[in-house]
């Protein structure tokens, strides 16, 4: 019997008599049914949140830390529960699917150790004055289904550390461990501090039109985001908007191509190549093109597509028909455009799963739209270059702007290059790191504010500032 999973509203796990059915990618099978939320269950989570926004938000930051603390503790006393069921759902590998969870736990510590501290802006004989941070109130959160766990929890952390209160919207195709997880929170967070509510995708727009949320904090695509910024000025709601990205590597000619082909492989095929930050256009220096992109596409070769949940896979299925569908159409276009394939390309549409071969393009025109599109999947297209000042102009050729990287061993150069493209976050030598303790977001159409760090913190906050006149009524 299909399990079934339960919301957290106010403190208590409830259901609803309409649900949704999640499907296993790996195998297109049914793995689990979570309440199908509408308006009413909407009404219920914000109106708890509102209460409890007046006591959280007048808890002392050392108790709301503590929260936060046993949040984390949580997530790992239950790593490999959560691991597992995040396979079952999202697709990843194992292994991929453990760091997920992991990190999770370490983001939400790391997390409860920011402070927001006051700013002295005049202290003289006439006047004291001082800014503070206040929490905004009530958020909603809404999370993509690429890194469903990490992305719930590094909304939840610092909404609750700034003293906001939230109610999360799960993705529909990955919400079985967040609700696994609100089971595990229940009785560590007060009531109404915290609420995970499911439903389609027509549940996000309630979230954003709804008149007692004071916040939006989305992470997922450009044009969702669009639709969110739209809706939240309807009553001038806050937002931060993490958004798509078609993120530029590249490779510089004294780059080490035994050294780099691997580390270039995992940043555009790790989580299946759904990772708003993955490399999605790699470009070569030419003196170098050749030997690397065949060191690439053997080291492709060695890797195995399958089910995340057996032992030896390293890239797992597509995580939804939907994208599944837009991937293989990307890859249609560039063979229908006779683009050459160095490895991949031919998706066979036979067996149970989202799967999608490993595949990577020989040096595609830039206006190929497997190059000018996010492709959020496992595709590669490889482009050869000449010049520091025509790459940087192609890498900023793009609408997004959320990150990019740089290889070479003259670091000198590497961050000279960085500092000239127009992305939120720049990698020198690495990719896909992220500190809890630095600001991530994107430029241009990547969205706009904040996530982690300070700057991520004060996104959930207002200024408030407060002058005293000395002496003016003594």
Same mark, same amino acid.
């Given at each position: ?40 269950? @909407? ?16 808890? !002392? ?31 990843? !590998? ?5 760091? %997920? ?33 206040? !929490? =905004? /109130? ?14 719930? =929890? ?39 501090? *915290?609420?995970?509510?499911? /439903? ?40 931060? @908007?993490? @958004? ?37 256009? *790699? ?28 032992? &030896?896979?390293? *890239? ?26 160095? *490895? ?8 149970? &799963? ?22 959020? /999947? ?25 990150? &990019? ?9 590497? =961050?000279?290059?960085? %500092? ?18 630095? !600001? ?15 700057? /991520? ?18």
């Amino acid at each position: 019997m299909t399990q079934l999973y339960r919301n957290l509203i106010d403190g208590e796990m409830i259901e609803t008599a309409a649900t949704l059915d999640v499907v296993n990618p790996a195998n297109e099978q049914v793995v689990g049914r979570v309440p199908a939320c509408g308006a009413a269950e @909407l009404d219920r989570a914000v109106a708890a949140a509102r209460r409890a926004f007046k006591t959280w938000s007048k808890t !002392p930051v050392d108790d709301r830390r503590a929260v936060i603390m046993g949040i984390s503790a949580a997530i790992e006393a239950n790593a490999d529960e959560l691991y597992r069921l995040l396979t079952t759902e999202q697709g990843k !590998p194992h292994m991929q699917a453990q760091h %997920e969870i992991h990190a999770s736990a370490g983001m939400v510590a790391a997390q409860s150790t920011l402070v927001l501290e006051d700013v002295i802006n005049e202290d003289t004989e006439e006047r004291f004055s001082r800014t503070r941070r206040v !929490p =905004v /109130g009530v958020v909603g959160g809404i999370v993509p289904w690429n890194f469903p766990v990490l992305m719930a =929890v590094q909304k939840i952390a610092p909404a609750i550390l700034s003293g906001c209160t939230i109610v999360l919207k799960p993705s529909p195709f990955t919400p079985l461990t967040t609700l696994r997880l609100a089971e595990l929170i229940k009785d560590v967070v007060p009531a109404g501090v *915290v609420n995970i509510i499911t /439903g389609e995708d027509s549940l996000g727009p309630l979230i954003t039109a709804h008149p007692d949320i004071d916040k939006i904090t989305f992470t997922g695509s450009t044009a969702t985001g669009k639709k969110i910024m739209e809706g939240a000025s309807k009553d001038l709601k806050r937002i931060t @908007l993490e @958004l798509g990205g078609n993120d530029a590597s590249i490779v510089l000619p004294d780059a080490d191509v035994a050294k780099v082909a691997e580390q270039l492989f995992w940043s555009s095929f790790t989580n299946a190549g759904q990772i708003c930050v993955a490399a999605k256009r *790699v470009y070569i220096h030419e003196d170098i093109y050749e030997p690397l992109s065949k060191a690439i596409a053997d080291y492709a070769k060695t890797v195995t597509v399958g089910d995340g949940s057996q032992q &030896g896979t390293g *890239v797992g299925p597509i995580q939804n028909k939907k994208q599944f569908d837009r991937v293989c159409e990307l890859i249609e276009d560039a063979k229908t455009n006779g683009y050459k394939f160095l *490895v991949g390309g031919d998706v066979d549409p036979s067996g149970s &799963g989202y799967y999608v071969p490993i595949t990577i393009l020989d040096n595609p025109p830039e206006d190929a739209r497997i190059v000018a599109e996010e492709q959020f /999947g496992p595709v590669m297209p490889l482009m050869k270059f000449s010049s520091d000042d025509e790459v940087i102009a192609r890498a900023n050729a793009s609408d997004y702007g959320l990150a &990019g990287a740089v290889w070479t061993k003259d670091t000198d150069r590497g =961050v000279a290059i960085a %500092e000239q493209l127009e992305t939120g976050t720049v990698w020198i030598n690495e990719f896909l790191h992220l500190t809890p303790f630095a !600001p991530f977001g994107g430029h241009k159409q990547s969205g706009f504010g904040a996530e982690y760090g300070i700057e /991520g913190l004060k996104e959930f906050t207002y200024t408030q500032v407060i002058t005293v006149k000395r002496d003016a009524l003594v």
